[in-house]
């Protein structure tokens, strides 16, 4: 079974200019979520995707932030326009749902993200 | 809030030796407590969970509710348990987010 997959791998962009990761879950999983880590700091949440509805985008740091799932299949957050904060590792994981017991996040490989 | 301390950056021990990494947390409601662990050009993964009470790879972690701990342990360190390790609390039967702590990045010596 393939695993949670990310795309691109790594991203070098010029601050100002726009950037779309892409995240493919693992088949059949509802929950998506992305998270990432900036320099020096813990992994945070960003947001969670039930389907193709955001569950909690609690952690999305401003409006340059914008994520989407349609089709509730892969997702994709794109950065517009992006600053120099921006560069960090982005990660997305999935999950099954199943509301009788805890369910286990499964990570992609992160996307890393480098803004000049 | 929901927080998590790893108060250890670095930690570096022998091979056999025992190793303990430590973790504290602060959650309302009912957390369910996670270790992830990511080795060098591999992806975050599961270790294990408190709920599962098992061991992976020979390490245990024990939730303490009256010290919010839940310190990850093992008896004897082997080389190939070099990696980051984080503490991660999320919400029980439940898929919302999780917390990460900082993350400890263990060393085994030779």
């Known amino acids: 079974e393939a695993g949670v997959t990310q795309f691109p791998s790594h991203s070098v962009i010029e601050k100002g200019q726009t950037v779309t990761l892409r995240c493919d879950p693992i088949?059949?999983?509802?929950?998506l979520y992305w998270y990432r880590r900036v320099m020096g700091k813990e992994i945070k949440f960003l947001l969670h995707?039930?389907?193709?509805?955001?569950?909690?985008e609690s952690g999305m740091p401003n409006n340059r932030f914008l994520a989407e799932r349609t089709g509730g299949t892969y997702s994709t957050l794109k950065v517009q326009p992006a600053e120099l904060e921006d560069s960090g590792v982005y990660f997305c994981?999935?999950?099954?749902?199943?509301?009788?017991?805890?369910?286990?996040?499964?990570f992609g490989p992160g996307t890393r993200l480098t803004v000049l | 809030a929901q927080r998590v301390t790893q108060p250890e950056k670095l930690l570096s021990v022998f091979k056999g030796a025992p190793v303990e990494l430590k973790c504290n947390y602060s959650?309302?409601?009912?957390?369910?407590l996670f270790w992830y662990v990511q080795y060098s050009r591999q992806r975050l993964q599961l270790l294990l969970r408190?709920?599962s009470r098992e061991s992976i790879k020979g390490f245990t972690a024990d939730l303490n509710k009256g010290e919010t701990s839940f310190h990850l342990k093992k008896p004897f360190a082997q080389e190939e348990d070099s990696a980051m390790y984080y503490c991660?609390?999320?919400?029980?039967?439940?898929?919302?987010?999780?917390?990460f702590g900082s993350g400890t990045r263990l060393s085994i010596r030779p």
């Open positions: 994981a999935s999950s099954q749902a199943d509301r009788w017991r805890s369910t286990t996040q499964y």
């Open positions: 088949s059949g999983h509802d929950n």
């Open positions: 995707f039930v389907k193709e509805s955001k569950q909690d």
């Open positions: 959650y309302s409601g009912s957390p369910e």
């Open positions: 408190h709920i």
């Open positions: 991660a609390p999320g919400e029980y039967s439940s898929a919302s987010k999780i917390i």
